[in-house]
């Protein structure tokens, strides 16, 4: 394994993965589906190569949800923890929910996505640029 290591877990330790490298750039998704998704006002996911992951515990426990054509978000069958979204386009690459990370992530958000569809309750920008759809600064460039 690199020097890099990430580990997360889902809220009731049944799964239980490890993550070789660093992540890929990430920023904050206010999409409709991503709020409904993780149940608050935003996102933060982070691109990696699926090879670089590698579940200890608990990946029998993982359920899928096609959310919409093509795009399955994965989560603990047993606390509902959210784990990763996949597309069925992008087979070899993942986007891990930063929010179930043991150890720190190592970076900080880049921006803001989809700010147009935010929840009207949360308008805490920041220094971050604030985009209407998908933010180009975090178009996925996952490392091998």
Known sequence: MSETVHRGS??????????????GKFGFCHCTTCRKASGTAFTANASVKRARVRFL???EAISRYESSPGV?????????????KEKAEMPDTIRI???????PAGAKPLAH?????????????????????WAPVLKDEVEE
């Not at 889902?10 to 992540?23: A, M, P, S």
Request: glycine share 12%; with cysteine; hydrophobic share 30%.
């Open 10 to 23: 889902c809220n009731c330790g049944q799964v239980r993965f490890e993550i070789e490298g660093k992540l």
């Open 57 to 59: 515990t608990g990946e």
């Open 72 to 84: 399955f978000r994965c989560f603990c069958s047993n606390c509902g923890s959210p784990i990763y």
């Open 97 to 103: 929910r930063l929010g179930i990370l043991d150890t």
């Open 113 to 133: 996505a989809f700010w147009g569809e935010k929840a009207d309750w949360y308008d805490l920008k920041g220094d971050m640029p604030a985009h209407e759809d």
